[in-house]
C-alpha cells in the first residue's frame, strides 16, 4: 500500500476515533472544511498528524471558512501499529486559538490556498 493511501486511512482511522471520543457525528458531513459536527450542528474539522511527521497542514481558505461558521478544530496524534494507528493524544480548540498568522505560505497552487505547518506541540501543549 501507497504512503499516501496509508495516510488517508489512518487520517479516517484518526477521525473515527476522535468522532468516538467527543460524540461527534462523521455520516453525510465531510466537506473540503469540515469533517464532522457535535450533536448541536457546530461543524469541526478533524486534523491528524504522525507523531513522527512533528506537524499538522491547515489550509487558509478552510481555516476562515471554520472560523467564520464559529467551528472546531479537532487535533489527533498518532503513530503506527499493527496495520492501523495508535492514538497518541486529542484536542479540540477554536480556529482563531491557534498562532498561524506567520506561518501561511503559498501550495504552489495546491487545494488553492495557502497553507501552514503548525508544529504537534503548539497544537498540544
Known amino acids: 500500500m501507497s504512503r499516501s493511501s496509508n495516510a488517508s486511512r489512518y487520517g479516517s482511522l484518526a477521525e473515527k476515533h476522535l468522532a468516538d471520543e467527543r460524540g461527534l457525528v462523521l455520516e453525510g458531513q465531510h466537506t473540503s472544511w469540515c469533517d464532522a459536527r457535535f450533536q448541536n450542528g457546530t461543524p469541526v474539522e478533524i486534523k491528524s498528524a504522525m507523531v513522527s511527521t512533528g506537524y499538522f497542514q491547515v489550509y487558509r481558505k478552510y481555516h476562515e471558512k471554520l ?8 487535533f ?12 497518541l493524544k486529542t484536542r ?6 491557534l498562532p498561524l498568522r506567520a506561518l501561511w505560505s503559498p501550495t504552489g497552487g495546491h487545494r488553492d490556498s495557502e497553507k501552514a505547518k503548525v508544529k504537534i506541540e503548539t497544537v498540544m501543549r
Do not use: D
Open 92 to 97: 479540540m480548540t477554536r480556529p482563531e486559538q
Open 76 to 87: 489527533v496524534v498518532y503513530r503506527e501499529h499493527g496495520g492501523g494507528i495508535r492514538v
Open 67 to 74: 472560523r467564520e461558521a464559529g467551528g472546531w478544530y479537532g
